[in-house]
């Protein structure tokens, strides 16, 4: 006698369907909000240094890292000795109220790299102080993808404007990076904050291995899984 298999009905079918879809929506509902958070979370990082930059002058009327009498000014503070050469060719950097420098040094004595240092010691800023065997990756802060931050002087010219005849670059007093954000994300910081357009405006984006003075990347270049360092002008 053949016994008889029992199957689902479509109720059934249509009830786990439903799960299914509520499942999955949930999930993509999860993501977009954590997506969304590490975006705020890198615009919260461009917003806030130029608050230091000004905490920091409203202070003591120098630029931090430019200051030439940070270690007066702030307890246990270091003057910066470096680099040798500076904006506009001077051979003394303290002081010419330029932020000498990449943002991205390595150097512990350059004034890009002391900056960080003198804010924190000022309690505008937490993180180490400490400058003895400090490395850039150990003592700069850090992104919400783990990637650095830092700032430099805009004569650096880090961004040039696009177009291969351009002889312009990233606008701003002193240009703020970030490394190491996924292209996902860098599209929506740069609708966030600016333009749309990660080639042109105050923030643009280029390769994490960047050539200075190059050109930023355009949006229809950037690949979603792909990491950029992005930069602003302020």
Known sequence: MKSKQAGFTLVEIAIVLVIIGLLLGGVLKGQELINSAKVKNFATDFRNIPLLVYGYQDKFRA??????????HVAGATNATTPATCGGGSSVCTGNGKLDGFWDTSTATDETFVFWQQVRLANLASGPTDLTGATRDTFFPKNAEGGIIGIE?????YVKDAGTSATTYLPGSYVICSRGILGKYVKQLDITMDDGNTQTGAMRAVTDGHTRGNAAVATTSIDDATTYTVCMGI
């Open 63 to 72: 630029l931090p890292g430019d200051d030439p009498a940070a270690s007066t």
């Open 153 to 157: 002087w805009g004569g650096e010219h």
